[in-house]
C-alpha cells in the first residue's frame, strides 16, 4: 500500500509540475483547509440524526488553484467567460472519523443479545484523498479580486482517487464469532468471508461543493466550503451486510465535510 501510495503521488505531482510548465500563461493560489467530516455509513440506522451527528471526524487538506483571469506577473489575460468564471482546484486531503452504531436498536433499555452486539461494534477509517475540481463562480472572478471585503461564491464538481484504511473490531472479542457479532454481518459480502472488514483499500469518488470566498487582503481570501464527497464502494467504512440479501443496505459510503481555509496567492 504505501508503494501504491509513493507511486501515485509521484505520477501526480510530476504531472502537477509538467502543468505549471505548461500554463505559466495562468497565475497559481495556494491554501490549507480544514474542518469537521460527517461520515455516512453503513455504521447505525439511515437517516437518524444521532447516526449523522455521532459518527463524525476531521479532515485538513492542501490546495493549489490555477487562476485563469491572470498570468505568472498578474497581468489580466484574454477576457473569454471561461477564464473570468472558472478556476483548477488540485487538492490532497486527509480525513479520518471514529464510527459506531446508533438509533432505537442500540437504544440502552434494550438488552437483547443483538442490541449488545452492536452497542460493543466500533470502528474506525482515515482516508486520504488526491484529485482535481473544476470551480464555477457565478460572478466575475476579475471584479472579486479588485476590491477587498467581496464575496465570491462558488459551486464545484471534480474526482479524487482515495486510499483507505479501515478497522473494525467489538469490545466483547473477535468480530466472526457468533457470539460477539450481529448475525447480518456474518454473511459472506462481495467477495469478502463477512459483512465486516478489517482492510485497506483504494477506491474513486465524485466530489461536489458549495461554498464562497472572502476577498481578505490583496494577496489573501478566507474560504468555506460545504462537500459531499460519494465513493464508489462500500467497504470505506469497514461494513457491508451482504446487499442481496439486506436490501437496506442499498448505497455505498459518502460524507459531508465542512471547511474553512485561507488561500494566498502566489507572486
Do not use: C
Request: glycine share 10%; charged share 15%; hydrophobic share 35%.
Amino acid at each position: 500500500m504505501i508503494r501504491q501510495i509513493i507511486l501515485f503521488l509521484g505520477v501526480i505531482f510530476g504531472f502537477s509540475n509538467y502543468s505549471n510548465a505548461q500554463f505559466d500563461g495562468f497565475s497559481h493560489e495556494v491554501g490549507i483547509i480544514a474542518g469537521p467530516v460527517a461520515f455516512q455509513s453503513d455504521y447505525g440506522e439511515r437517516s437518524d440524526l444521532s447516526t449523522n451527528a455521532g459518527n463524525s471526524g476531521f479532515g485538513i487538506g492542501l490546495v493549489h488553484y490555477l487562476n485563469f483571469t491572470y498570468d505568472k506577473y498578474y497581468n489580466y489575460t484574454s477576457r473569454t467567460y471561461f477564464n473570468q468564471h472558472f478556476k483548477l482546484r488540485t487538492e490532497l486531503s486527509f480525513n479520518k472519523t471514529n464510527l459506531q452504531h446508533f438509533g432505537e436498536y442500540v437504544e440502552p433499555s434494550d438488552n437483547s443479545v443483538g442490541a449488545q452486539q452492536l452497542r460493543a461494534m466500533t470502528g474506525n477509517t482515515a482516508v486520504t484523498n488526491i484529485g482535481t475540481q473544476l470551480e464555477f463562480y457565478p460572478w466575475n472572478i476579475r471584479d472579486f479580486t479588485a476590491v477587498t471585503g467581496g464575496f465570491a461564491p462558488f459551486i464545484t464538481l471534480g474526482a479524487q482517487f482515495s486510499f483507505y484504511n479501515t478497522k473494525a473490531k467489538s469490545s466483547l472479542g473477535p468480530l466472526g464469532t457468533p457470539s460477539i457479532t450481529f448475525p447480518k454481518y456474518l454473511t459472506p459480502s462481495e467477495g469478502r468471508p463477512f459483512g465486516f472488514s478489517s482492510e485497506q483499500g483504494t477506491v474513486w469518488s465524485v466530489v461536489s461543493s458549495v461554498g464562497s470566498r472572502y476577498k481578505l487582503t490583496d494577496s489573501g481570501d478566507l474560504m468555506v466550503d460545504l462537500r459531499v464527497q460519494y465513493y464508489f464502494s462500500n467497504w470505506v467504512d469497514g461494513l457491508n451486510p451482504n446487499p442481496k440479501i439486506y436490501k437496506e443496505n442499498k448505497a455505498n459510503d459518502w460524507l459531508v465535510w465542512f471547511n474553512v481555509g485561507y488561500i494566498h496567492y502566489l507572486d
